[in-house]
């Protein structure tokens, strides 16, 4: 289930949307000469009218199609094989002078936008998301901060090259992270264990170097904030990104609400499982293996066989849908296997010149293989769906939603198993998803909480960070779970949760699509036709609308307080017979 080579990354040969009709053919996205004198076009163009405003709108959106596709091409190609010197160098060029150089143009673009809006109005309704998101990164943009901000990007890019080189010998072979976790749901708990103190091991070789890495970005952020005349960090991140419908002290009442509702609920799931293993204490590699003692759930050996299934879904939930991704398969947009010198995890990259999805993940060969395509098949769609969209900006909606999307498919393709397995192991599937969303939800506020802390405390030490990390997990649960002897494998279990490092705050978003996605699921069971047509019309409108009408164009609230987590709680809670 693993592959030795990266596959072919050609993305020259992708077909265009459109042709392009601002940016020159030959226009160099790697050169700052060539940025810098295609913004100087727009910024020392004319506007006569309100129509030459919303042309230099489009032409502007038309560059940063060219740009971002750029900076995402370089990124895929470094993060799926990482110990490729010139992807990292070609990349890191990019995040040292293209990036920097093109932030004080974005600035001087937004002022421009904003002076010329004075005399040519816009509609007011079609623009009030554009609107607003710009004049909040026109009162965030500092100077200063640009060299900071790449100092941070550079660090992520060293946090992603330690973790992708991190393998383990184990049973004989060379083994990445990723291809470990399977070991996890062996019958065998002797191997459980064994696998699981291996490969925490592996990751402790390196937790001085990823806590020092922590320690400069912790820094640098909050120099940032400072520069910005911002709170702190967690403030500053509220407004970049652009929260203008919660606020931290939303983010807390969430934490409260699982404390008190899921927590006990997540309890009842560890003392089933405890009682069907015949344990007397869970320990960590405990948690994923099937309670029952039944061989782990097989989906597929190879990752054709997880493509043509999941096409077979995506085409059961929606056609459109099964024909978006095998064209995605056609065009060589999806790289889904492990292996060695690959970064971990998972993510869906718009390419937003071609406007096409691209599907990177580390597939070993299990249930969450399945789970994950599916969930980044959600992303893919969304992509697609509001793909016609003029304004680059309104080609990617806000992560709150974004999340929706992805989250909502695991769900709806969750109806279509079948593809995978037999009735008993489709089941067992099912159960297994449900009782994960709850420990996801309970996870999304041990981390949300975590990092709400190390920014509003940013003169910490790393002994002072790894005791509130303690103090949290206790706070969430973790008490359910005997750690004993494992003190430092503990300890630093925030380390291998990358979104701490590389984009931080971006966590609770996915507690907060997580029950918009049980509110589209539990919608379809009702009328299926209708809530795949209500979240079809969410997707297409991208970022065009503000976070709750998003919500209320799929057909769901916009709410993460205890009144619509508590009804949901109920539902899964008897979907699980507890």
């Not at 949307?17 to 226009?27: A, G, I, L, M, S």
């Not at 060589?332 to 390419?351: H, V």
Request: charged share 30%; with cysteine; hydrophobic share 35%.
């Amino acid at each position: 289930m693993s592959t030795t080579t990266p596959i072919s990354l050609d993305f020259d040969q992708l077909p265009k949307y459109q042709k392009r009709k601002f940016v020159p053919e030959n226009f160099k996205a790697g050169e700052v000469a060539d940025v810098q004198a295609i913004c100087e076009k727009l910024l020392s163009r004319s506007i006569q009218s309100a129509k030459d405003l919303e042309e230099w709108l489009i032409d502007r959106s038309e560059l940063e199609s060219v740009m971002d596709q750029e900076g995402s091409i370089r990124y895929i190609r470094m993060t799926c094989q990482t110990d490729d010197a010139s992807y990292a160098s070609v990349y890191q060029h990019f995040i040292e002078h293209i990036v920097p150089a093109i932030k004080p143009l974005e600035d001087q673009l937004n002022q421009k936008y904003f002076k010329e809006m004075k005399t040519f109005k816009l509609d007011p309704k079609h623009y009030e998301v554009y609107n607003r998101g710009l004049a909040m990164d026109v009162s965030l943009f500092v100077q200063e901060n640009i060299a900071l901000q790449t100092k941070v990007d550079l660090l992520s890019q060293e946090y992603q090259k330690i973790c992708g080189a991190m393998t383990v010998n184990f049973q004989g072979k060379e083994q990445t992270l990723p291809q470990m976790g399977k070991y996890l749901l062996e019958p065998d708990r002797a191997l459980r264990e064994s696998a699981w103190r291996a490969t925490a091991k592996r990751r402790l070789q390196d937790k001085d170097k990823v806590d020092q890495i922590f320690d400069q970005m912790l820094n640098l952020r909050d120099k940032i904030a400072q520069n910005a005349k911002c709170q702190n960090f967690c403030d500053y991140k509220f407004r970049s990104l652009h929260r203008f419908d919660y606020t931290p002290e939303d983010c807390k009442k969430y934490h409260q609400t699982v404390e008190r509702l899921l927590v006990p609920l997540w309890s009842k799931i560890l003392e089933r499982r405890k009682k069907e293993m015949k344990l007397d204490s869970l320990r960590p590699w405990d948690l994923a293996v099937d309670p029952l003692g039944r061989a782990p759930l097989k989906p597929f050996t190879h990752v054709t066989e997880l493509i043509g299934n999941c096409q077979e879904i995506f085409k059961k939930v929606e056609p459109l849908f099964g024909e978006q991704f095998k064209n995605m398969a056609d065009l060589g947009l999806l790289d889904l296997a492990s292996r060695k010198g690959k970064a971990p995890g998972g993510y869906q990259s718009a390419l937003q010149e071609v406007r096409k999805p691209f599907i990177f993940m580390n597939a070993v060969g299990v249930d969450d293989d399945v789970r994950t395509l599916l969930h980044e098949g959600g992303h893919a769609f969304h992509s697609l769906a509001c793909c016609h969209h003029p304004l680059y900006s309104y080609r990617h909606g806000p992560m709150e939603f974004n999340e929706v999307a992805s989250m909502s498919m695991e769900l709806l393709g969750g109806e279509y198993l079948p593809s995978f397995y037999k009735p008993e192991d489709e089941e067992r599937s099912r159960i297994s998803h449900l009782e994960d969303i709850i420990s996801l939800l309970i996870w999304v506020a041990t981390i949300d909480a975590f990092q709400h802390w190390i920014y509003e405390n940013p003169k910490h030490s790393s002994s002072d960070r790894k005791k509130m990390w303690l103090a949290i997990r206790k706070r969430f649960g973790d008490s359910l779970v005997d750690w004993s002897s494992l003190d430092e494998e503990h300890s630093f279990l925030w380390h291998r949760q990358l979104h701490v490092f590389e984009v931080p705050f971006y966590y609770i978003e996915y507690g907060i699509a997580q029950l918009g996605a049980l509110q589209v699921w539990f919608n379809a069971k009702k009328d299926w036709t209708k809530a795949i047509k209500d979240y079809r019309q969410g997707l297409s409108l991208g970022g065009s609308r503000p976070l709750p009408e998003l919500f209320r164009a799929a057909g769901i609230r916009f709410d993460f307080s205890e009144s619509t987590i508590a009804p949901l709680m109920d539902v899964i809670k008897n979907e699980l017979a507890l």
